[in-house]
């Protein structure tokens, strides 16, 4: 069955037609071909497909679009751009907090809702934070100072 979804997604309205049991990240990157969310695991394990819906970090794999229906959606795609990086993906270069990059988009989704969510961070909350985004290069020491840095960006 064939469904129509409506949502925002990077501040567009989008109307888009799909199987009504098409995911969210299925949506994003094979409908509206915004393949900065990545699939890592497709079973809501890895963190590869966070993104924001509603101001919050979800793991896109795991929602359906229909269930989207009139939220804001941001991906990687909305929050920065070459030429304006967001803090968090600033931080993140500049710390070296990536290795093959895989991860990173969903890494930096999840940590930007971390810091607006949280009104102190230490290493612990970071660690225990991102504890639903695997990244399989980096051994997270320099994801944690990139956090930290972008933190202290963010809250300036
Ligand atoms: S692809 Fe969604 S959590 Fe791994
Ligand atoms: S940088 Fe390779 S998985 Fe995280």
Do not use: W
């Amino acid at each position: 069955m064939s469904i129509s979804v409506s949502m925002n997604v990077n501040g567009k309205a989008v109307t888009q037609a799909c199987p009504a049991n098409t995911t969210l990240v299925d949506l994003l990157r094979e409908k509206l071909q915004l393949t900065g969310t990545h699939v890592g695991c497709d079973t809501s394990q890895c963190g590869a497909c966070t993104v924001h819906m509603n101001g919050r970090a979800i793991k896109a794999c795991t929602i359906l679009a229909a269930q989207c229906e009139g939220a804001e959606i941001t991906t990687i795609e909305g929050l920065g751009d070459a030429d304006n990086l967001h803090p968090m993906q600033e931080a993140f270069r500049e710390c070296h907090g990536l290795q093959c990059g895989f991860c990173t988009p969903g890494m930096i989704m999840s940590a930007v809702d971390l810091v607006n969510r949280e009104a102190s961070l230490d290493e612990t909350i970071i660690r225990e934070g991102l504890e639903g985004n695997i990244c399989r290069c980096t051994g997270y020491h320099n994801i944690v100072r990139a956090v930290e840095t972008a933190a202290r960006k963010m809250r300036n």
